[in-house]
Nanobody, 118 residues
Framework: QVQLVESGGGLVQPGGSLRLSCAAS????????MGWYRQAPGKQREFVAE???????NYADVVKGRFTISRDNFQNMVFLQMNSVEPEDTAVYSC????????????WGQGTQVTVSS
């Protein structure tokens, strides 16, 4: 059974900070690319950040310099440190695990709500 469980969401003021966590189980964690995506009401899900199994890091332009993704392969966890948040960051943030190759796999968590408002 594969599970990705996000936590750490909540209400924050513009300019504030928040740290999201994702705990994975049921996969060989170190083989997977791990990423964060978000979806705002009425919008498509969009890419936020990823940390790949071979050590590459990528960010969406809109969060570059503000968000930091990290992973701990011993604890099977991935994190998203969100700094200088803006109202436009309001969304449900979901954790993604992706296995590349001929038999690719994608797993998703249920998501955690982040609301940026004063």
């Amino acid at each position: 059974q594969v599970q990705l469980v996000e936590s750490g969401g909540g209400l924050v003021q513009p300019g504030g900070s928040l740290r999201l966590s994702c705990a994975a189980s049921g996969i060989i964690f170190r083989f997977y690319d791990m990423g964060w995506y978000r979806q705002a009401p009425g919008k498509q899900r969009e890419f936020v950040a990823e940390r790949t199994s071979d050590g590459m890091t990528n960010y969406a332009d809109v969060v570059k310099g503000r968000f930091t993704i990290s992973r701990d392969n011993f604890q099977n966890m991935v994190f998203l440190q969100m700094n200088s948040v803006e109202p436009e960051d309001t969304a449900v943030y979901s954790c993604n695990a992706h296995l590349r190759g001929g038999s690719s796999r994608d797993y998703w968590g249920q998501g955690t709500q982040v609301t940026v408002s004063s």
